[in-house]
Nanobody
Framework: QVQFVESGGGLVQPGGSLRLSCAAS????????MAWYRQPPGKERELVAA????????KYGDSVKGRFTISRDNAKSTVYLQMNNLKHEDTAVYYC????????WGLGTQVTVSS
């Protein structure tokens, strides 16, 4: 079955960096655009960034443009999110998924930005 295992989250100070990873399985990874989503405390899940099958960027959320970079390794069925200059408002649980297919969610990885 389809599975996503997110990792790399943690506690970081404002201005710091984290790199998230998401290992996917149960489908042909290279056939799908992938995305990172996040759900801040008490808010709806939102799109952070999306990438096409072979690496072209689809979009970034307005609040993360210029700070976050999405990438993927089709050989490893893994999608990454490099997050730089983190802000308090980036605190959320981060999830990956196939872009536009909002089902089969993983457990996510918690990112907390706090001094």
């Amino acid at each position: 079955q389809v599975q996503f295992v997110e990792s790399g989250g943690g506690l970081v100070q404002p201005g710091g960096s984290l790199r998230l990873s998401c290992a996917a399985s149960g489908f042909t990874f290279s056939n799908f655009a992938m995305a990172w989503y996040r759900q801040p405390p008490g808010k709806e899940r939102e799109l952070v960034a999306a990438i096409k099958s072979f690496g072209s960027i689809i979009k970034y959320g307005d609040s993360v443009k210029g700070r976050f970079t999405i990438s993927r390794d089709n050989a490893k069925s893994t999608v990454y999110l490099q997050m730089n200059n983190l802000k308090h408002e980036d605190t959320a649980v981060y999830y990956c998924n196939r872009y536009g297919l909002l089902r089969d969610w993983g457990l996510g990885t918690q990112v907390t930005v706090s001094s």
